[in-house]
C-alpha cells in the first residue's frame, strides 16, 4: 500500500531556482539603475546584497523587523557599504520584486517530477515562505501554478516555517493525515525542523551536499523518517 497521499512542496531551490533567478532579477534592476556608471562591480554589489539580505530576513522571521525595514534595508545597507549615493533603496527593491517573478528557472527535473506525481494520483501542496504577491507571480509565470492543490505563503498565514502553524493550517486545509503527508524542501531549519517538529516525514533535498556536522543540527530523537536526496530525480525512487 502506497503511503504517502498528500505532497507539501517547498517552492523557494526546491522547485522554483531561486539562486538563478534573483541573480538574474538583480542584474537586470542594477543594469537599469545604471549602477556600474557609479563605478560598482555587480558581483560586489550581488555579494553584499546576499549578505544584508540573509542578516535581515533571520531578523524578520524572529519577529525583529517589519517587512518595510527589511526590504528597504537590504538595499540600504548595500548602498552605505559599497558608497552609493543617489539611489532610492524603496525603488530599487520594488524594481527587483517586480522583475524576481517574471524569471522562470525552474530546478532540474521539476516538471517531469511534477508530471509524474500527478500522474500517480498525488495531491500536491506548496509550504512557502516569501511575500504574497511574488510567490504567486513566480508560480504562475514558471508554469507550476496548474499542478498544485493549494499554496501555503507564510505572509498570509503570518507564521513562518519552522513554526507549527502553518504546516498545521496547510495539513487541516488539505484535509491531510499526517502519516500520509510528506514535506520536501532545501532548507534544513525551515523545511526539515519544521516538518519533523510537527511530525510529519520528511525529504532533505541538498543539492550541494553539506557536510553532516555543518549543517544537520536539533534532530534529536523523532519517530519520523527523514531521507536526503541530492537531486529531484530521486524522488522517482521514493514516491
Ligand atoms: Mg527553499
Known sequence: MKKYTHLFFDLDNTLWDFTSNSKHAMEFTFNKLRLEQKGIIFSDFFEVYQENNHKLWAAFRNKEIKKKELTKQRFQLTFDTLNIEGIDALTMNDLYLTE????????????????????????????????????????????????????????????????????????????????????????????????????????????????????????????????????????????
Not at 133 to 147: A, D, F, I, R
Not at 158 to 182: D, M, Q, T, V
Request: include cysteine.
Open 100 to 239: 524576481m517573478p517574471k524569471q522562470k528557472c525552474l530546478m532540474e527535473g521539476a516538471i517531469k517530477l511534477l508530471d509524474y506525481l500527478k500522474v500517480k494520483g498525488y495531491k500536491l501542496y506548496i509550504i512557502t515562505n516569501g511575500f504574497i504577491e511574488v510567490q504567486h507571480k513566480k508560480m504562475q509565470n514558471s508554469g507550476l501554478t496548474p499542478y498544485f492543490e493549494k499554496v501555503f505563503i507564510s505572509e498570509e498565514l503570518k507564521c513562518p516555517k519552522p513554526g507549527r502553524a502553518i504546516f498545521e493550517h496547510a495539513i487541516k486545509s488539505a484535509n491531510a493525515k499526517k502519516a500520509n503527508s510528506l514535506m520536501i524542501g532545501d532548507d534544513w531549519s525551515g523545511d526539515v525542523l519544521g516538518a519533523v517538529n510537527f511530525g510529519i516525514d520528511v525529504v532533505y533535498f541538498n543539492p550541494i551536499k553539506l557536510s553532516d556536522n555543518q549543517e544537520k543540527h536539533g534532530i534529536g530523537t523523532s519517530s519520523v523518517k527523514i531521507q536526503d536526496i541530492s537531486s529531484l530525480f530521486n524522488l522517482f525512487d521514493l514516491l
